[in-house]
């Protein structure tokens, strides 16, 4: 039977995996990704999309869309919401983000603007307050048949699992480096309400499969690939 | 470009971080700018430096544009940009040439030809 089960795990798992390849004076991983394999597809073939990157400034990334005559957005939205002026309690006065403050002043754009959003594992370190308010407005801006892609740890990666930054390096590579915050956002008292650490960003909550099809419950459809590097790649189609 | 030494040369204008300016700035020469600037910046020909003080609070339209500081605006460069680790940008970029270090940020769209990585 574990065979079996074995077999069956394996109609899921895609060759995603990270890979260690020492660089001097760098801590980089690269990592194929069965997700940005299949979006990849989809920009290699088209031609003028409209693509945000919700992850760390990229330059790499800004080249890879740029270069295929894509427009591309950035916005670094965990970094965002170390804004100090978000700070206020819920109802029953914990600390909280003022979500409607934060989409005032982030993710502002037309309705139905974008072909692809790249959330890398942003839900996995945003705020609570601020995850189903942003996935919201992720849909609003994502044209009819855009495709956002996340990744989502499971409980297997540990609670310590650092934040990363990704890079484009391949149609289904990914280099990946630890964020570092700046001296601002390090001084942001946020608490309990983002829990960052002057390392980085720490892990939120760890998302199962019910959580994540109900946080994109709204969108027409979603796909799992399950990595053995203990993330769950999600690909969503608006 | 960095912060020329010993004053002002010549072809080449400095605003100093003590100085706020608000309204339009426009100029034939290149402009090293630490200081705080509300308002557009037209420098078509020559270059904008904006440096780990400067703030800029609006357009700004030159050859080639490099920023330390805060620039929010949007950004056209004839030729090129380059973002250092420390610039905080918001705003839309349009330029040939676009460099960014590590530790830049951006919030903006970018209409580029190319994006270096640094």
Redesign the interface.
């Known amino acids: 039977m574990s065979s079996v089960s074995q077999n069956f795990m394996k109609l899921f798992r895609g060759s995603s995996g990270p890979e260690t390849i020492p660089q001097q004076g760098s801590q980089r991983l690269t990592r194929r990704s069965s997700g940005l394999g299949e979006l990849s597809r989809m920009w290699e073939s088209a031609e003028g999309l409209c693509v945000l990157d919700l992850g ?5 990334n ?2 890879h869309f ?2 295929r005559g894509h ?6 939205l965990l ?2 919401s170390t804004d100090p002026e978000l700070l206020t309690t819920d109802e029953n006065g914990a600390p909280a983000l003022d979500s409607r403050k934060f989409l005032a002043a982030n993710l502002v754009y037309p309705a139905a603007h974008f072909d692809v959003v790249l959330c890398w594992n942003l839900p996995d370190y945003l705020d609570e307050s601020l995850v189903k308010p942003v996935v919201g407005r992720l849909w609003s801006v994502l044209k009819p048949g855009g495709m956002l892609l996340a990744f989502f740890h499971t409980r297997d990666a540990g609670p310590d699992s650092p934040c990363h930054r990704f ?1 484009i390096v391949g149609a289904d590579t990914l280099e990946m480096k630890k964020i570092e915050l ?1 001296q601002e956002a390090r001084r942001a008292s946020t608490g309990a309400a983002n829990k960052a650490t002057a390392d980085g960003f720490q892990l939120q909550r760890v998302f199962n499969n019910r959580h994540i099809e109900n946080l994109f419950h709204d969108f027409a459809s979603i796909k799992f690939f399950l990595a053995r590097d203990n993330i769950r790649e999600v690909l969503v189609v608006r | 470009m960095s912060a020329p030494a010993g004053g002002l040369q010549s072809g080449f204008a400095q605003i100093g971080k003590s100085v706020y300016i608000k309204g339009e700035l426009s100029g034939s020469e290149d402009l090293y700018l630490d200081g705080k600037v509300e308002g557009s910046i037209a420098l078509k020909g020559n270059s904008l430096t904006v440096g780990p003080h400067g703030q800029v609070k609006g357009g700004v339209e030159a050859k080639s544009v490099v920023v330390q500081g805060k620039l929010e605006g949007n950004v056209q460069a004839s030729e090129r940009v380059e973002l250092r680790k420390s610039a905080i940008v918001t705003g839309d970029i349009t330029t040939q040439r676009l460099s960014i270090e590590e530790g830049a940020s951006l919030k903006g769209k970018v209409d580029a030809q190319r994006a270096d990585a640094k």
């Open positions: 760390s400034t990229s330059a790499t800004i080249r740029t270069e427009r591309m957005y950035s916005e670094d970094t965002a890079h700046r």
